[in-house]
C-alpha cells in the first residue's frame, strides 16, 4: 500500500507540473456533468469525486447547480489519478467535494496548485465520525508487503528494520481511517447536511429552493435507514458474508451486523489466499449462510469460488463508491443503489 500511494502522489506531481502549462490555455475537461455546456455559465459549479457525493448535489442543488464527477463511471476508484484537464475543472469550481482519505493524497496537491480562496471545500470525513479501518478473523492484511512488487532490495531492507519501526509502521496502518462513510444512511444525513449548508453560503440567493431539496431528501435517507433497521429486527442471523473488499463498516456498524469478508475496503489486493478463501468457506458452512457478497465492479472470482464449494448465492452488496457506464446511463443514484442493498441484505439474513 505504501508503495502505491506514493506511486499516486509522485503522478499527481507530475500532472501539477504539466498543468501549469496547460491551465491557460485548456477549458474542457472529461468530467459527468448532468447539465448541458450551454446553461453551466448561469449554474453554481461543484465538482465531486466520487458517486456519492456527486449524486447528493444533483438531489440538492437541482437545476440550480452544475455538478461534475471526476471518476468515470466502470473505472477503479482506488487507483484514480487526477488527468490535466481534471486539475482545470476543480480549479474553476465553486464548490469541491471529496472523501479525505489515504486515496486522496492526489488532492492536496491539487489545491496546494492552485487559488482555492474563493472555493467552498467539503471533506466527507469531516463530515462524521470516523473509524479505523480494521481487519476481523481470516481477512487477508491490508497487502503493504506486495506494494514493493517483490523486489528482493526492497525486502532485505524491510528485515532490516528494528522492532520499534515494525510497531511503529504496524500502528500507523491500525490507524488508519475508514473512508466510506457514506455506506451508512445516518452518515448520508450528514454529509448532505452540510453540503447544504455550503450550497446556501455560495448561493444565498436559492437557499430556500436548497432548503426544499434537502428537507425532502433526507426524509428519503430516514425511510432508508428504518428499512434497513426493519430488515436488520426482523432477521434469523446477523453475520454476512464477502468474498472481496469490504468497504461496509460504516454500513455494518449502525446496524450490529457482524462480517467476514477477503480483505480490507481500502486494500489493494484483488485476489485472496488459498488459506482466507478456505476460512470463509468454513464460516459460511458452520453458519449457514445462504448469500456471499460482492462488490460492485470486482471480478468476483473469490465469491464465485466459495459459492461452488458451499452452495451458497452470489449477491450484489453496492458500496456506491462506483458505479457501471450503464447504471450511471439508466439513472442508478444512491438511493437506488442502497434499496437493491436491503433487498439483498434481507436475503442474506434470513
Known amino acids: 500500500m505504501k508503495f502505491f500511494k506514493k506511486r499516486k502522489y509522485f503522478s499527481s506531481i507530475l500532472i501539477v507540473f504539466c498543468f501549469s502549462f496547460l491551465v491557460t490555455g485548456c477549458g474542457t475537461s472529461n468530467s459527468h456533468n448532468n447539465l448541458s455546456p450551454e446553461t453551466s455559465d448561469q449554474k453554481i459549479t461543484a465538482v465531486a469525486t466520487i458517486f456519492p457525493q ?45 472523501v479525505g482519505g489515504d486515496s486522496d493524497a492526489w488532492v492536496e496537491t491539487i489545491l496546494d496548485s492552485t487559488d482555492a480562496s474563493s472555493m467552498e471545500i467539503v471533506t466527507l470525513m469531516d463530515c462524521v465520525d470516523t473509524v479505523a479501518e480494521e481487519t476481523v478473523d481470516g481477512m487477508e492484511s491490508h497487502g503493504h508487503s506486495h506494494d514493493h512488487e517483490d523486489s528482493d532490495h526492497e525486502a532485505s531492507e524491510q528485515e532490516e528494520l528494528d522492532s520499534d519501526d515494525a510497531d511503529e509502521h504496524e500502528h500507523e496502518h491500525e490507524e488508519e481511517q475508514d473512508e466510506h462513510v457514506w455506506t451508512s444512511p445516518a452518515n448520508a444525513i450528514r454529509i448532505v ?33 428504518s428499512e434497513f433497521r426493519n430488515v436488520v429486527d426482523n432477521a ?37 489466499s488459498a488459506k482466507t478463501i478456505s476460512f470463509l468457506i468454513d464460516k459460511v458452512n458452520e453458519e449457514q449462510i445462504p448469500v456471499v457478497f460482492h462488490t460492485e465492479l470486482s471480478n468476483e472470482k473469490m465469491t464465485d469460488c466459495i459459492c461452488e464449494a458451499t452452495g451458497a448465492k452470489k449477491l450484489l452488496l453496492h458500496s456506491c463508491h462506483n458505479l457501471s457506464k450503464d447504471d450511471f446511463e439508466n439513472g442508478a443514484t444512491y438511493l437506488s443503489l442502497m434499496e437493491q442493498n436491503v433487498a439483498a441484505l434481507k436475503e442474506a439474513l434470513n
Open 236 to 272: 434469523d442471523r446477523d453475520t454476512i458474508i464477502c468474498g472481496d473488499r469490504f468497504p461496509f463498516r460504516y454500513l455494518a456498524d449502525a446496524y450490529g451486523l457482524d462480517y467476514y469478508a477477503a480483505f480490507p475496503g481500502c486494500s489493494s489486493e484483488s485476489e485472496a
Open 54 to 98: 456527486y449524486d447528493f448535489l444533483r438531489q440538492i442543488g437541482g437545476d440550480y447547480i452544475d455538478v461534475h464527477m471526476l471518476l468515470s463511471p466502470g473505472a477503479e476508484s482506488h487507483s484514480f489519478e487526477p488527468t490535466p484537464g481534471d486539475m482545470i475543472t476543480v480549479s474553476e469550481c465553486d464548490l469541491f467535494v471529496y
Open 193 to 225: 447536511q452540510k453540503l447544504f449548508d455550503a450550497l446556501c453560503r455560495i448561493d444565498p440567493e436559492h437557499a430556500e429552493e436548497y432548503e426544499k431539496n434537502t428537507e425532502a431528501y433526507i426524509s428519503q435517507l430516514m425511510e432508508l435507514d
